[in-house]
């Protein structure tokens, strides 16, 4: 424990399911009685909006280096005993820029958003539109729906791996083997679970490169062939910084944009009036995706991580150097002192200020445009075929794994 720490009356489980089945009620008594919260997991955990946006603007005093566990890193903790799989995992998840500084974050970063942007979002309408009526047309065909299932888990899967330059062929296996990794960084997880993460780290790695090599003799009009070119001209990404960049760009860009859309048509359709008055009035569709993102971040009982490079003062306790800082990002967005009755959801609401959905400072998030452009076009593309579709599901079926993903919500079309 840091030496700064004491542990106050409130100890709530932060990896424990029930936490992540329902966080709100316990970031919000966190927020109101120990704002700035050591957690037994070993960790500095912030819900209040203020202290959240100070750490994620200043990277000198909260470094993004080495942070992305927080106090509890199982690679990390196995040290000298990792395999030779786990040291290359280790090691392409240490080169990935999310956890870099300046001046290493600012040079990769740019290349990235540079490769970015060569196709602007709005060349992709056409694509993401036809992705979105392929799915729509299937599941019309059925009059009820699974909106998780059917829709949303699909189309930023499709759209990143598309930007990506993963093939079509290719896109099952490798989001399949994806998904599996994730288990490198669960805090909980079985021998089984774990062999299985480095198997299908393994395979995620061997991809990669094998995509990069075919890219370099032949390129396309893809991210990779873009970065590579990139790489050519500026000799300024290296080969495992480019690989990790666009695991990382795969990473972001998928679960969070699904459950922002599903959560996003949940939440309106739970809200008929507010449906309603989107139907009508499609004016409204820009307040109603920054409202989704406030009330139900994607990644609402998980966290953003900082590490502390010097001593810091915050909410009247000391935050020593090397001690982790877990920013909580929903927890920011239902902060009363930014948000006038945060609790309610209403689309019409004009915030003083940005939720922080995205993050705030050098690491906001790069695909910030793309998740908008991508949810918004799933909600108004629903919103013209089905103005009266109407919940089955009473309450969304959680992942059984990440409760705080959904897996299941029923609607039905007539
Ligand atoms: C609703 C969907 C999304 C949410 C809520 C989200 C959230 C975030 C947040 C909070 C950060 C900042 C992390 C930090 O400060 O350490 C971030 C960074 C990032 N996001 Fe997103 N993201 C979303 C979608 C996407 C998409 C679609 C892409 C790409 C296609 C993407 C790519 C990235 C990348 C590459 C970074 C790292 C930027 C850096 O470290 O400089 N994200 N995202």
Request: glycine share 6%.
């Amino acid at each position: 424990m840091s030496a700064a720490a004491e542990p106050g009356a409130l100890q709530p489980d932060l990896y424990d399911y029930d936490f992540e089945n329902d966080p709100l009620a316990t970031l919000n008594r966190l927020r109101a009685e120990d704002p700035v919260h050591w957690s037994r997991h070993g960790f500095w955990y912030l819900t209040r909006y203020e202290d959240c946006a100070t750490v994620l603007k200043d990277p000198v005093r909260f470094s993004s280096m080495a942070a992305g566990w927080g106090g509890e890193n199982p690679l990390a903790r196995k040290g000298a005993g990792q395999s030779k799989d786990e040291q290359g995992i280790s090691q392409t998840l240490s080169v990935s820029f999310n956890q870099m500084d300046p001046p290493n974050h600012t040079r990769i970063r740019s290349l990235v958003v540079q490769a970015f942007s060569r196709r602007s979002i709005e060349d992709r309408r056409e694509r993401i539109q036809a992705v979105s009526d392929d799915l729509l047309d299937a599941a019309a065909a059925r009059g009820a729906f699974d909106l998780v299932a059917d829709f949303a888990f699909h189309v930023p899967i499709i759209v990143a791996s598309e930007i990506i330059g993963i093939p079509a062929g290719d896109r099952e296996a490798f989001r399949s083997a994806f998904e599996k990794t994730a288990a490198l960084m669960a805090p909980k997880r079985s021998k089984e679970s774990w062999a299985e993460a480095v198997e299908a780290g393994r395979f995620v790695g061997r991809y990669m490169r094998d995509l990069i090599t075919e890219r370099r003799a032949a390129p396309k009009d893809d991210l990779v062939s873009a970065l590579i070119a990139e790489e050519d001209a500026n000799g300024a990404l290296s080969g495992p910084e480019l690989s990790s960049a666009l695991s990382t760009i795969y990473t972001a860009a998928g679960t969070t944009t699904e459950r922002f859309i599903s959560s996003g048509l949940y939440l309106l359709l739970s809200h008929p009036e507010q449906w309603r008055a989107l139907v009508a009035d499609r004016s409204l569709l820009a307040g109603a995706v920054e409202e989704i993102l406030r009330f139900h971040h994607p990644t609402q009982s998980t966290s953003t991580n900082r590490r502390c490079t010097i001593d810091v003062e915050m909410g009247g306790k000391t935050l020593r150097a090397g001690d982790t800082v877990r920013v909580g990002l929903g927890a920011a967005n239902r902060d009363p002192a930014a948000f006038a009755d945060p609790d309610r959801f209403d689309i019409r609401r004009k915030p003083a200020v940005p939720a922080l959905s995205f993050g705030v400072g050098p690491h906001f998030c790069i695909g910030a445009a793309l998740a908008r452009f991508e949810a918004r076009l799933a909600i108004e593309t629903v919103a013209n075929r089905w103005p009266n579709l109407r919940l089955v599901t009473t309450a969304p079926v959680k992942d059984p794994r990440r409760h705080d993903r959904y897996r299941e919500i029923i609607v039905a079309i007539a």
